[in-house]
């Protein structure tokens, strides 16, 4: 159970173009998903916050306005990097977490999109 | 505020060495703990946790004490396979279930 499906795996595209990563939760309902960027042999910088319904919070130093998050139901999530440049080139993770978990619930991580612009 | 230390890797072992990652952390409160693994190309994936002071947390031989005393939360297997070859993520998590905070990750490298 508890399975968190990410797409595109892999994306290229030109500098300038929007790409936009989804993150699913297959089997049970998640109220708060989560948006990390991780560099080449490094750990995650979570990136921001969102809620099911409500506006996404973001980490000091995420550009909300270049990475717009949408969580409109209790099983997607969609995060749009607008305008992509070289240096937006990275790993992005996503992981969600059920209904009415609590600190002792593990987040359950999609497998990771790998952004590579142009 | 909370953060995660963990050694620094590479970590090269041989097929059945015991292995020992470090990890100690830094936390206001009563924050649970947790080992993630992440296979090359892939997100990652819940190893273990433990939610409270003392608490062991186990999965595929691979075992991790809450130790409040030291702050720490070391992961051990005691005969590491080569398919145990991965990046190894400690974490936190604060009671209120707040965003994980991760540590550097420590990269284990088995060979047969």
């Known amino acids: 159970g508890a399975v968190v499906s990410q797409h595109p795996s892999w994306v290229i595209c030109k500098s300038g173009t929007s790409v936009k990563i989804e993150c699913r939760s297959l089997?049970?309902?998640?109220?708060?998903m989560f948006w990390y960027r991780q560099f080449p042999k490094q750990s995650l910088m979570l990136m921001a916050t969102s809620n099911e319904g409500s506006k996404a919070t973001y980490e000091q130093g995420v550009e909300k306005d270049k990475f717009l998050i949408n969580h409109a139901s209790l099983t997607l999530s969609t995060l749009t990097v607008t305008s992509a440049h070289p240096e937006d080139s990275s790993f992005y993770i996503c992981?969600?977490?059920?209904?009415?978990?609590?600190?002792?619930?593990?987040?359950?991580f999609g497998d990771g999109t790998r952004l590579s612009i142009l | 505020g909370d953060s995660v230390t963990q050694m620094e890797g590479p970590v090269t072992l041989s097929e059945e060495a015991f292995l020992t990652i470090n990890c100690t952390y830094t936390a206001t409160g009563y924050p649970s703990l947790f080992w993630y693994v992440q296979y090359p190309g892939e997100g990652l994936q819940l190893l273990l946790k433990?939610?409270?002071?003392?608490d062991k947390g186990s999965n595929k031989g691979f075992e991790a004490t809450y130790r409040k005393e030291t702050t720490s939360f070391h992961l051990e297997k005691g005969s590491v396979q080569v398919s145990d070859s991965a990046v190894y993520f400690c974490?936190?998590?604060?009671?209120?279930?707040?965003?994980?905070?991760f540590g550097k990750g420590t990269t284990l490298s088995v060979s047969s």
């Open positions: 433990a939610t409270k002071a003392d």
């Open positions: 992981s969600a977490r059920g209904v009415a978990a609590q600190g002792g619930q593990p987040q359950h």
């Open positions: 974490a936190l998590s604060d009671q209120a279930g707040t965003a994980l905070i």
């Open positions: 089997d049970f309902q998640a109220t708060t």
